[in-house]
Nanobody
Framework: QVQLVESGGGLVQAGGSLRLSCAAS????????MGWFRQAPGKEREFVAG????????DYADSVKGRFTISRDNAKNTVYLQMNSLKPGDTAVYYC????????????????????WGQGTQVTVSS
Protein backbone atom coordinates (compact mmCIF):
# COMPACT_ATOMS: atom_id res chain seq x y z
CA GLN A 1 0.00 0.00 0.00
CA VAL A 2 1.41 3.36 -1.07
CA GLN A 3 0.70 6.42 1.03
CA LEU A 4 1.17 9.96 -0.26
CA VAL A 5 1.08 12.93 2.10
CA GLU A 6 1.09 16.47 0.71
CA SER A 7 2.13 19.55 2.63
CA GLY A 8 3.02 23.18 2.00
CA GLY A 9 -0.28 24.62 0.88
CA GLY A 10 -1.68 27.85 2.25
CA LEU A 11 -2.79 31.39 1.53
CA VAL A 12 -0.51 33.64 -0.49
CA GLN A 13 -0.87 36.94 -2.31
CA ALA A 14 -0.67 37.12 -6.08
CA GLY A 15 2.93 37.16 -7.20
CA GLY A 16 4.05 35.12 -4.23
CA SER A 17 5.52 31.63 -3.99
CA LEU A 18 4.82 28.33 -2.31
CA ARG A 19 6.56 24.98 -2.33
CA LEU A 20 4.45 21.86 -2.08
CA SER A 21 5.93 18.59 -0.88
CA CYS A 22 4.64 15.05 -1.26
CA ALA A 23 6.16 12.33 0.89
CA ALA A 24 5.67 8.77 -0.31
CA SER A 25 5.91 5.52 1.58
CA UNK A 26 5.22 1.89 1.01
CA UNK A 27 7.21 0.82 -2.04
CA UNK A 28 10.25 1.68 -4.08
CA UNK A 29 9.90 5.38 -4.64
CA UNK A 30 12.53 5.53 -7.36
CA UNK A 31 10.24 3.46 -9.58
CA UNK A 32 7.25 5.79 -9.21
CA UNK A 33 6.23 8.17 -11.94
CA MET A 34 4.97 11.19 -10.01
CA GLY A 35 2.54 13.93 -10.85
CA TRP A 36 0.78 16.98 -9.45
CA PHE A 37 -2.82 17.73 -10.30
CA ARG A 38 -5.23 20.38 -9.08
CA GLN A 39 -8.96 20.82 -8.82
CA ALA A 40 -10.77 24.10 -8.40
CA PRO A 41 -14.39 24.28 -7.23
CA GLY A 42 -16.77 23.27 -10.00
CA LYS A 43 -13.97 22.18 -12.31
CA GLU A 44 -12.44 18.88 -13.30
CA ARG A 45 -9.13 17.70 -11.94
CA GLU A 46 -6.35 18.89 -14.22
CA PHE A 47 -2.72 17.99 -14.80
CA VAL A 48 -0.21 20.51 -13.47
CA ALA A 49 3.20 18.85 -13.67
CA GLY A 50 4.78 15.43 -13.93
CA UNK A 51 8.18 13.85 -13.50
CA UNK A 52 9.62 10.51 -14.58
CA UNK A 53 11.36 7.94 -12.33
CA UNK A 54 14.80 9.35 -12.82
CA UNK A 55 13.75 12.97 -12.77
CA UNK A 56 15.22 13.38 -16.20
CA UNK A 57 11.89 14.03 -17.89
CA UNK A 58 9.35 16.61 -16.82
CA ASP A 59 6.22 18.13 -18.32
CA TYR A 60 3.95 20.99 -17.38
CA ALA A 61 0.53 22.32 -18.19
CA ASP A 62 0.77 25.35 -20.46
CA SER A 63 -0.83 27.49 -17.76
CA VAL A 64 2.08 26.93 -15.36
CA LYS A 65 5.08 26.68 -17.67
CA GLY A 66 7.83 29.05 -16.65
CA ARG A 67 6.30 29.53 -13.18
CA PHE A 68 6.18 26.06 -11.61
CA THR A 69 8.98 23.53 -11.24
CA ILE A 70 8.61 19.88 -10.31
CA SER A 71 11.50 17.97 -8.79
CA ARG A 72 12.13 14.82 -6.80
CA ASP A 73 14.55 13.58 -4.19
CA ASN A 74 14.58 9.79 -4.38
CA ALA A 75 16.72 9.56 -1.25
CA LYS A 76 13.96 11.31 0.70
CA ASN A 77 11.03 9.65 -1.09
CA THR A 78 9.68 13.11 -1.82
CA VAL A 79 8.48 15.08 -4.82
CA TYR A 80 8.22 18.85 -4.80
CA LEU A 81 6.31 21.51 -6.69
CA GLN A 82 7.87 24.96 -6.53
CA MET A 83 5.24 27.52 -7.49
CA ASN A 84 6.34 31.06 -8.29
CA SER A 85 4.48 34.11 -9.60
CA LEU A 86 1.23 32.70 -8.31
CA LYS A 87 -2.04 33.97 -9.73
CA PRO A 88 -5.58 33.87 -8.36
CA GLY A 89 -6.35 31.33 -11.10
CA ASP A 90 -3.94 28.91 -9.42
CA THR A 91 -6.31 28.61 -6.46
CA ALA A 92 -7.27 24.95 -6.07
CA VAL A 93 -6.73 21.81 -4.07
CA TYR A 94 -3.44 20.31 -5.21
CA TYR A 95 -3.03 16.54 -5.32
CA CYS A 96 0.07 14.41 -5.56
CA UNK A 97 -0.21 11.17 -7.55
CA UNK A 98 1.99 8.14 -8.12
CA UNK A 99 2.13 5.39 -10.69
CA UNK A 100 4.12 2.26 -9.96
CA UNK A 101 5.06 -0.06 -12.71
CA UNK A 102 5.44 2.05 -15.80
CA UNK A 103 8.05 0.25 -17.95
CA UNK A 104 9.38 3.49 -19.35
CA UNK A 105 11.01 6.54 -17.81
CA UNK A 106 8.26 8.86 -18.95
CA UNK A 107 5.88 11.52 -17.71
CA UNK A 108 2.20 10.62 -17.37
CA UNK A 109 -0.31 13.42 -17.80
CA UNK A 110 -3.70 11.74 -17.52
CA UNK A 111 -5.17 11.20 -14.06
CA UNK A 112 -6.32 7.70 -15.00
CA UNK A 113 -2.68 6.69 -15.45
CA UNK A 114 -2.04 7.08 -11.73
CA UNK A 115 -2.70 4.40 -9.14
CA UNK A 116 -2.28 6.33 -5.89
CA TRP A 117 -3.38 9.75 -4.70
CA GLY A 118 -2.75 11.96 -1.72
CA GLN A 119 -5.46 13.69 0.27
CA GLY A 120 -4.76 17.10 -1.26
CA THR A 121 -3.56 20.44 0.05
CA GLN A 122 -5.36 23.74 -0.43
CA VAL A 123 -3.63 26.59 -2.22
CA THR A 124 -5.37 29.95 -2.18
CA VAL A 125 -3.99 32.95 -4.04
CA SER A 126 -5.50 36.31 -3.19
CA SER A 127 -5.54 39.24 -5.58
Amino acid sequence: QVQLVESGGGLVQAGGSLRLSCAASGRTFRRYVMGWFRQAPGKEREFVAGISWSGGNTDYADSVKGRFTISRDNAKNTVYLQMNSLKPGDTAVYYCAADFGSPLDVVLTHPRSYDYWGQGTQVTVSS
